[in-house]
């Protein structure tokens, strides 16, 4: 079932969305025994615990869980490496034209 198509519909009462929603999250647990599953679209993130309730598994907001990720590579400092592929290119003589532009 694609439902890249009904995200908007979990906000009106009407839908089956969330029914749908909840099924198949069902369904992935008891087929692939998982214990998380990790919702792909931000329009689902209030879902996450009544979704972990009625299924069984973890429900995990995947813009949540990216948004900690990158706040915990902040707090780490990381730099950017000037080695390897980040490395300043080479200098190289330029001719015609861009001559000037020689390093």
Same mark, same amino acid.
């Given at each position: 079932?694609?439902? &890249?198509? /009904? ?6 009462? %009407? !839908? ?13 647990? +008891? /087929? ?9 679209? +931000? ?6 615990? +009544?979704?972990? /309730? ?10 949540? +869980?990216?948004?900690? &990720?990158?706040? !915990? ?14 490395? %300043?290119? &080479? ?13």
């Amino acid at each position: 079932m694609d439902l &890249h198509k /009904r995200g908007l519909d979990l906000d009106d009462p %009407a !839908s089956d969305t969330m029914k749908i929603v909840t099924e198949m999250c069902m369904e992935a647990v +008891a /087929r692939d025994r998982c214990d998380s599953i990790v919702l792909g679209c +931000a329009g689902m993130a209030p879902l996450g615990p +009544a979704l972990s /309730r009625q299924v069984g598994a973890q429900v995990i907001d995947g813009v949540t +869980a990216a948004v900690k &990720h990158v706040e !915990s590579l902040v707090s780490l400092g990381p730099r950017t490496n000037k080695q390897g592929e980040y490395a %300043a290119p &080479h200098p190289k003589k330029y001719s015609g034209l861009l001559s000037e532009f020689t390093i």
